[in-house]
């Protein structure tokens, strides 16, 4: 099967809403919306569609299913590792789709990640919610009562040890920040575009959790996307250039559902889908043209590109500096902007524009990218890697 | 001001149970092979031993990380803001979560603690740590500065 399975799938259709701060669509329709665009997108009718992975929370594949107007799904299963489940949801496409369990499967995602805690007075209430899935047990019994209900809370206690281990300065956050934002200007979609920032402006913002200020955390958005995953060979007679699942993998800590106990507290799901993905997809760190680094927080990012490869642990800061990962350098990173400053879809947004990368039809567009890397990071820790290259 | 307390089930409420019962910290310990263990597990990861008891620990440990709040979504925990929340490895090796009284500015990597428990209901308990020193007076009581559960 492993021989079968990597750079036999592939990405066909993408779709995405607005990401936007107040929507007056209920999260149900930014959903659909994405779902419908996507399949238009691979030129398949939901008829075509018959996998279904649903985001973690809020609809289920039946309902998805109804409301589309998909017949007959094969194959469906939920895939609950918070930001890291999109990403991984690639490879369970692709295991179903090589496997034979189904022919086009589609991945969505969508939230009402800013209007679910400050609804607009005459929103029409809604009772769907996030399936906190594996954290929640943990965060309500051993982490809310010590007043740490947040995701920027939880990660500061590894990311406070990563900072004064290796003496992380605030410029590597700053540069993940600024970067993230740079991009979003020119991101068609992107909340922040018309919002540079500034080392000023980074600088003066207040903590959150510290080592956290404001414009280290992504940004709370309204928002839904999706894509579509067909095998190679079907892929080729489709409208768009096949965007190809070369390799993936997922990953998670020890124990994965509580940070305090880990032998390691920086070593994260990633360290250990990192090497997976790479043997799987056949490729090293340094062939990859474009990273869309999940960037829920930035020293998270930072930890990420160590656990890649990219810089020895400690060493990140050289990695985002001079340049590197701005549009341009060596190592574009989250061309669209991330969860920093497009929005935050919970990683599925990376796929998507790591896909558009590919194409060549990104509004950032890295000139002749071929091979595009994408993480995602949930839960307490939870990783997920996908690698992605032009069919050749 | 109103503060979360939750109401644990399961093998972390008997924790929480036998900590009230010996007014100390009590941590978990295999009985197969002796290591501490927690949060609460089933088996042990060393020897597979199902069967384990709640034993009272020095409540001496160190601070291996903290996590220093701006704000907080919870109004007794945001009333104190900035506060910090340590990452304590005791003595015996197991490491869990405890609220201090201690300014954040104070706290560093490595300091050494002492840890007590406050009992929030019949079933829960907090736990408290503060730096161990023997120049304080013992009058310096957590609730000195301020207690987010008052
Ligand atoms: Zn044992």
């Known amino acids: 099967m492993g021989t079968d399975l990597w750079g036999t799938t592939a990405i066909v259709g993408v779709g995405e809403t607005d990401y936007v701060r107040g929507s007056d669509r209920h999260v149900c329709d930014l959903i659909l919306d994405a779902a419908m665009d996507a399949i238009t997108d691979a030129g398949l009718k939901p008829a075509d569609i018959n996998g279904i992975i649903p985001p973690p929370g809020y609809m289920s594949t039946e309902e998805i ?269 989250n061309t669209h902007g991330g969860l920093l400053s497009q929005g935050h879809c919970w990683g599925l947004n990376h796929v998507v524009e790591a896909t558009r990368q590919l194409r060549g039809t990104a509004d950032a567009q890295v000139t002749d990218a071929e091979l595009a890397l994408v993480t995602g990071y949930g839960d307490l820790g939870d990783g997920s890697v996908a690698i992605l290259g032009r069919d050749r | 001001m109103r503060t979360y307390v939750p109401t644990p089930e399961w093998i972390v409420l008997d924790w929480h149970h036998a900590c009230i019962a010996a007014e100390l910290l009590c941590i978990q310990r295999c009985t197969g092979c002796g290591r501490w263990r927690h949060p609460p597990r089933r088996f042990c990861p060393a020897c597979q031993s199902d069967q384990a008891t709640f034993e009272p620990v020095t409540g001496s440990g160190s601070v291996l990380s903290f996590a220093v709040s701006h704000r907080s979504l919870d109004p007794g925990w945001q009333a104190h803001a900035p506060y910090a929340t340590l990452l304590v490895e005791l003595d015996e090796g197991p490491r869990l979560l405890a609220a201090t009284t201690t300014p954040p500015g104070e706290i560093r990597i490595g300091q050494r603690l002492a840890v007590r428990t406050e009992a929030l209901s019949e079933n829960f308990v907090l736990v408290w740590a503060d730096p161990a020193s023997h120049d304080e007076p013992t009058s310096m009581a957590p609730r000195a500065r301020g207690n987010p559960h008052d």
């Open chain 1, 65 to 333: 299913a109804a409301h589309l107007g998909v017949p007959d799904v094969a194959y469906h299963v939920s895939v609950l590792m918070g930001g890291a489940s999109p990403t991984a949801s690639l490879q369970t496409a692709a295991m179903a789709i090589a496997g034979g369990l189904a022919d086009n499967v589609l991945v969505c995602m969508g939230w009402n990640g800013y209007s679910a805690l400050r609804p607009k007075p005459d929103a029409r209430p809604t009772k769907r919610v996030m399936n906190l899935g594996p954290m929640g047990e943990t965060v309500r019994n051993h982490y809310a009562p010590y007043g740490l209900m947040s995701a920027a809370q939880h990660y500061s206690l590894y990311l406070r040890r990563y900072v004064e281990t290796f003496g992380i300065p605030e410029d590597a956050a700053a540069a993940v920040a600024i970067a993230c934002r740079n991009h979003a200007q020119l991101n068609s979609k992107a909340l922040m575009r018309g919002a540079p920032l500034s080392r000023a402006d980074y600088d003066a913002a207040p903590f959150i959790a510290e080592p956290l200020r404001k414009f280290d955390c992504c940004v709370e958005t309204d928002c839904a996307t999706a894509v579509v995953v067909t095998s190679l060979e079907r892929a080729r007679d489709l409208v768009h250039p096949a965007v190809v699942y070369l390799g993936g993998a997922e990953g998670h800590p020890e124990p994965a559902d509580e940070i305090a106990n880990r032998a390691n507290l920086l070593e994260l799901g990633i360290h250990r889908a990192a090497p997976r993905a790479f043997a799987r997809a056949g490729v090293s760190p340094h062939d990859i043209d474009v990273l869309e680094i999940y960037d829920c927080f930035t020293y998270v990012v930072l930890l990420q590109l160590e656990a890649l490869g990219y810089a020895e642990p400690g060493g990140a800061p050289a990695f985002v500096a001079n340049g590197n990962i701005e549009l341009g350098g060596r190592f574009p990173l």
